[in-house]
């Protein structure tokens, strides 16, 4: 059952060995020469699943790899129980929504150490478990880069986010995302990202 199509895939609710799962997959695009096309489509295919798999040995929580096909240009993964943050972030009291920040940051944090690059940080790439994890999801546009430029351009994107889906918690929500940020990162390391998130909103 198809349940989002985007821009660079199509992802599927659909039963795996009995166990519920989500299929990424890359449809052909017919705008592209088809040898150019089959190369994006196969690279991202495997790049996607190496990085979650960094993302998750940092200790942010990704969805589970089941299965590469290549020659479908398709992932399986496990499907992640929960709601997005973008759902729930507005009904929290004020100390649940500080809380959910901090530890968003801290997980932003953990990848930035690691020079992963999300590269779509906003609160619909984020599924709140019933246990209370922050699990992150669509790692399409991911990439690695230790450099301040990218990671800047990381949280400028999910202080995006907020103003637009959360406007009314906005600055506190990601003053606390920063705080989270900084405890991961440390103090030096998060105001040089803050500093360059404000050279790119200039």
Known sequence: MLIKKG??????????????????RRLPKKYRVYELDEEIRSYRTIHEPQIIQRAKKAGVPTPTILMVDLAEA???????????????????????????CCLIGK?????????????????????????GRVVFVDFGLSEH???????GVDLHLMKRAF?????????????????GYAEARGTEAA??????????EK
Request: charged residues 25%; proline residues 2%.
């Open 74 to 100: 398709t992932i399986v993964m496990e499907f992640i129980n929960g709601k997005q943050i973008k759902q729930v972030l507005d009904d929290f009291s004020s100390e649940e929504r500080c809380r959910l």
């Open 7 to 24: 821009a660079e895939a199509s992802l599927y609710l659909e039963k795996w060995h009995n166990r519920k799962v989500i299929l990424k």
């Open 145 to 151: 880069s230790p450099e301040l430029e990218a990671m």
């Open 191 to 200: 105001k040089n990202v803050i500093k360059r998130v404000m050279e790119i």
């Open 107 to 131: 997980l932003i944090g953990r990848l930035h150490n690691c020079g992963i690059i999300h590269g779509d940080l906003t609160t619909s790439n984020m599924i709140l478990t019933p246990d």
């Open 163 to 179: 103003q637009s889906a959360h406007y009314k918690h906005a600055k506190t929500s990601f003053g606390m995302v920063m705080k």
